[in-house]
């Protein structure tokens, strides 16, 4: 921004600083604090978004009139675009070639945000699980602004959005320690016990969900102590029919032989799971079985990661798992209940059906004065009603006719009830080998879709390089705290992973060495300061014992700025930070407010970014500061104003809102200052 120049009226202030003493009035204080960071950062290193509701066009347009010199352009629509809500694909071949001219004459520099529709690329469905048609369109829709990006920007980043599951914040940040100091964030009050768990089918990627407070019933199962001790006999140390030592904490068997339980997951010894022997009340005529709590699951986690440190575990998969044998015992009691007498029914029929061949061969072969050898009583009802019905005379072969069709029946429907219960059986059983947590496919999944635009964005570059100032690359942003992709370790996790992916794609045909490099060119990340403000509200105050908080606004504050820098330093040391967003708000919501008006951690943080070497900045508007983001941004950073014969070195600040301050004297009197018109000489000599 150039003052000081002959572009100015000659009524217009000069805006310099007055040298002499002061004056007689005060300029008027607008806002509190201080106004400006301790950065040299100006117009050249902070952009702004574009207007989204607008033409990208003109949209660039109006902010290069406005002194910008870097741009984001920003996208709302989502599919096929409308006419406030438009994306990439809205704008031809001649209007994106016109913003790169545009831009690269002014001097200005673009990047390109992708459409705030796409929310995640993991493709998650929050009713459903993951969805590869979900996930298929969030790529759709992030190769439209990557097309975008290549014909209509100067290159740089393409940010996409994060949020790609559910999950608990406590389960994860719920004990975070940072140069002493211990961090706990939860996303809701008791999310530590009430919050919902969800596990994934990793053949489908269907979802199951269930509440840390919903209780499990499971039976108790017969120790091998409960058993010596109602038998009267010694069997700990001594080994089974099996070759299997007992122990006294292992379950008994049908036959006596012991069931570790360390075989209760793994899918080898399934069978000789559902041999266990459930303890009887044969008071109450019914099994025993005891209430599991989450506690319980946790507890168990841990006891099966240490003796399983390559299989392990964790208490949501235990959790779905334990309902997963419930389901699996009941299904193969039904079957057993069906098939207990199948065997022999079966063995009846047969012996029926020969009977009635006999018969019906004798029964042919006699006179019919003869046939009446051939009979037998048939009874109705059972018990007393049979003594009130008198039985009927009918043919042998009849009878015996009547008994196979009922026991043809029988039969039928052991089949098909015994059969439909083992199949469920199987189905359970197969279900709960394949159990993975959200965390596990789900990043699998994201880094998958990742990996898959970081090749696009190479190619893209590649093809158009000569056009490009700066290489394109994919930048996965951070943001809401409830979902996966926002906390910054996540973010790196996501980062690397698909890094990595992209890397092993490559590496056949380029080598390993500049696969590696290509991955670490073409994925990044944008870092949004607002957004990692929101984790404030998540973070829980130090408390006295009887749980008041003691921590005053400033005591808080400041701890949460020193957890936030030390993410930030977290991310530039892995080499994955590049592109940053620059939003302020007071920790709840994402209100997108000037920086230094609310109360997230700018200062600390761009003043570290500003050390390391980071140039690319971008101040993005909320809802009612479009107009004012950029002079504000600048003002707020202390930007410095350039001029031609300024005999000081000014800053915006003494610039910006400076109409109300009087900071130079006007050059004409208005109001009680100005002298009347009235009685004087009508050529206006002054009277003395």
């Known amino acids: 921004m150039i003052f000081t120049t002959g572009y100015y009226h000659s009524l217009d202030r000069t805006y310099r600083p007055e040298f002499d003493e002061e004056g ?41 009139k406005e002194g910008a010199s870097k741009v984001e352009f920003e996208f709302f629509g989502a599919g096929k675009g409308q006419k406030e809500r438009a994306t990439p694909e809205s704008f031809d071949k001649e209007e994106r070639q016109e913003m790169r001219n545009l831009a690269e004459i002014n001097k200005v520099k673009s990047t390109t945000h992708a459409t705030v529709g796409v929310q995640g690329l993991a493709g998650f469905d929050p009713k459903r699980g993951f969805e590869e048609q979900n996930r298929d369109n969030t790529i759709d829709e992030v190769e439209k602004a990557i097309d975008f990006a290549a014909e209509a920007s100067t290159g740089g980043a393409i940010v996409v959005h994060t949020g ?74 001594k ?106 029914e079966k063995e009846e029929l047969d012996e029926f059906r020969k009977a009635h061949e006999f018969y019906s061969k004798l029964d042919d072969s006699l006179p019919d004065d003869e046939k009446w050898r051939l009979t037998t009583k048939k009874y109705f009802g059972y018990g007393n009603s049979s003594e009130m019905v008198p039985p009927k005379e009918i043919p042998i072969k009849e009878w015996l006719k009547n008994e196979i069709r009922e026991k043809e029946a029988h039969l039928r429907h052991t089949h098909e009830a015994s059969a439909a219960a083992d199949v469920h059986a199987t189905e359970a059983q197969e279900a709960m080998e394949n159990v993975t947590t959200m965390h596990d496919y789900g990043l699998k999944k994201s880094s998958e879709t990742l990996s898959e635009l970081g090749i696009r964005t190479w190619q893209k570059y590649e093809q158009n390089k000569d056009k490009l100032q700066d290489p394109l690359y994919i930048a996965p942003e951070s943001y809401d705290p409830l979902q996966y992709g926002s906390h910054p370790d996540e973010l790196l996790e996501l980062v690397q992973e698909s890094r990595k992916k992209m890397a092993e794609k490559l590496s056949t045909s380029l080598g390993e060495e500049r696969a590696k490099k290509l991955a670490e060119t073409h994925i990044r990340t944008t870092l949004d300061i607002g957004h990692l403000n929101l984790w404030k509200s998540k973070l829980e105050r130090k408390k006295d014992a009887s749980g008041v908080p003691t921590e005053t606004d400033e005591q808080f504050n400041k701890r949460f700025s020193k957890w936030a820098l030390e993410k930030v330093k977290k991310l530039h040391e892995a080499k994955v930070l590049s592109h940053i967003h620059l939003t302020d708000n007071f920790g709840y919501d994402d209100e997108h407010l000037t920086v230094g008006k609310g109360n997230a951690p700018i200062k600390e943080i761009v003043e570290f970014l500003r050390e390391k070497g980071y140039k690319d900045f971008i101040a993005e508007p909320g809802s009612f500061n479009p107009q004012t983001i950029l002079p504000e941004t600048w003002s707020a950073f202390g930007s410095p104003v350039y001029g031609l014969s300024s005999g000081h070195p000014q800053r915006f600040s003494q610039v910006h809102k400076q109409h109300f301050g009087y900071d130079a004297p006007p050059l004409y009197i208005v109001g009680a200052y100005s002298p009347s018109n009235e009685w004087k000489l009508w050529s206006e000599v002054p009277l003395e």
Do not use: C
Request: glycine residues 6%; hydrophobic residues 30%; aromatic residues 12%.
């Open 24 to 64: 007689i009035e005060r300029p008027i204080e607008l806002s509190s604090g201080d106004r400006s960071i301790n950065t040299d950062l100006g117009p050249e290193e902070i952009g702004t978004s574009l207007n989204p509701f607008q033409h990208q066009l003109q949209a660039l347009n109006a902010k290069i």
């Open 164 to 237: 790609e599951w559910s999950r608990p914040a406590y389960d994860f940040f719920g004990n975070e320690k940072i140069g002493g100091e211990t961090y706990s964030f939860r996303g809701f009050i008791n999310e530590d016990i009430k919050a919902p768990v969800m596990v994934i089918d990793k053949r489908t990627g269907d979802l199951k969900a269930m509440r840390k407070d919903t209780p499990i019933y499971e039976p108790v199962f017969k120790t091998v102590a409960n058993y010596e001790k109602e038998k009267g006999i010694s069997l700990v140390g």
């Open 239 to 344: 080994k089974d029919k099996n070759g299997n030592t007992y122990e006294a904490e292992d379950w008994i068997g049908l036959s006596g032989e012991t069931v570790k339980k360390e075989w209760e997951y793994q899918t080898e010894k399934a069978e000789m799971i559902f041999r266990r022997v459930p303890e009887w009340k044969s008071e109450e005529m019914s099994f025993k079985t005891v209430r599991r709590d989450w506690k319980y699951f946790q507890d168990k986690a841990k006891w099966w990661n240490e003796k399983h440190p390559h299989g392990q575990l964790t208490p949501e998969e235990i959790f779905s798992k334990t309902q997963y044998i419930n389901q699996i015992l009941q299904h193969k009691g039904h079957s057993l209940f069906y098939a207990l007498r199948y065997d022999r």
